[in-house]
C-alpha cells in the first residue's frame, strides 16, 4: 500500500503562486492514477485535478483551470501541483489522493489512498 505525504502549504496573497508536493512511499506511484482535491470549512471536498497511470491524461477542475498545473515524476515518486494567481476563494485544505489501475477520476470516493491534506491560505 502506498501512503501519501503532502507539503508546499501556507499563506500567499492573492494574485501569488504555490507549489504543493504529495511524495509517496511503499510502493512506485506508476501503476497509481493521482488527483488533488480540497476542502474548506463547511464545504464538500472538491475536484482539483487528476492524472491518469497510463496515458498521463490530465483533467481539471472548472475553478482551476488555466491557473493550475498537475504534474508528476514517477521516478522521483512525487506529483505536484502548481498554483498561480491564487484567490482567496482558493483556500482550503488540499489533499492528495490515489487509486492504483484506475484512471483518474473527480470523485473523492473513487480514492481510497488519502494524504493527511495541507493548508493554502489566500490572503485578500
Known amino acids: 500500500q502506498v501512503q501519501l505525504v503532502e507539503s508546499g502549504g501556507g499563506l500567499v496573497q492573492a494574485g501569488g503562486s504555490l507549489r504543493l508536493s504529495c511524495a509517496a512511499s511503499?510502493?512506485?506511484?506508476?501503476?497509481?492514477?493521482m488527483a488533488w482535491f480540497r476542502q474548506a470549512p463547511g464545504k464538500e471536498r472538491e475536484f482539483v485535478a487528476a492524472?491518469?497511470?497510463?496515458?498521463?491524461?490530465?483533467n481539471y477542475g472548472d475553478s482551476v483551470k488555466g491557473r493550475f498545473t498537475f504534474s508528476r515524476d514517477n521516478a522521483k515518486n512525487t506529483a505536484a501541483l502548481q498554483m498561480n494567481s491564487l484567490r482567496p476563494e482558493d483556500s482550503a485544505v488540499y489533499y492528495c489522493?490515489?487509486?492504483?489501475?484506475?484512471?483518474?477520476?473527480?470523485?473523492?470516493?473513487?480514492?481510497?489512498?488519502w494524504g493527511q491534506g495541507t493548508q493554502v491560505t489566500v490572503s485578500s
Open positions: 489522493a490515489a487509486r492504483q489501475y484506475a484512471t483518474g477520476s473527480a470523485r473523492p470516493e473513487n480514492y481510497r489512498i
Open positions: 511503499g510502493r512506485t506511484l506508476s501503476t497509481y492514477s
Open positions: 492524472v491518469s497511470w497510463n496515458d498521463g491524461n490530465t
